[in-house]
């Protein structure tokens, strides 16, 4: 084995730790989605009274078949419910949800903010990372963002 080869993999993380690093890194990517759905839900309803299929679709760039699907699966996980002529309702879980998504993403966005990184960057990175950072992380973050206000 040369030397190259044995520094590389004294260096390696250990399995366990690595492992449940994926681990969050998957679950945050199954939890993303349905985050992105609920809070725009509750986007629609506030700003038109409804979140209707069509409209979710033509947000979120996708065909309504993919909406029905995602649909189906946030009820049941007890995070929407649908009725005839109401379009989408959020549950008390679902609400619960959006909020939380809606509390990381402007917490980083501030953070992002802060660093002097420009107000439309800063919303569409914030979008992507609100759904990967820790509860550890985001507190710092929030600390960081109030320390440093833009």
Request: proline letters at 3%; charged letters at 30%.
């Amino acid at each position: 084995m040369t030397v190259h080869k044995k520094n590389e993999l004294e260096s390696l993380i250990a399995p366990d730790i690595q492992s449940a690093s994926f681990r969050q890194t998957r679950q945050a990517r199954r939890l993303e989605l349905m985050e992105d759905y609920v809070e725009l839900i509750d986007d629609l309803i506030a700003a038109r009274g409804q979140a209707r299929q069509v409209d979710i679709a033509e947000r979120l760039g996708v065909a309504q078949p993919t909406v029905a699907k995602m649909l189906k699966r946030l009820s049941e996980e007890g995070l929407v419910s649908q009725q005839p002529y109401k379009g989408v309702l959020l549950t008390e879980a679902g609400h619960r949800l959006a909020a939380d998504a809606r509390d990381r993403h402007r917490v980083v966005e501030a953070f992002l903010l802060s660093l002097g990184v420009s107000p439309d960057t800063a919303r569409k990175d914030a979008e992507g990372i609100e759904h990967h950072v820790s509860a550890e992380t985001l507190a710092a973050l929030r600390k960081l963002a109030k320390k440093n206000p833009d």
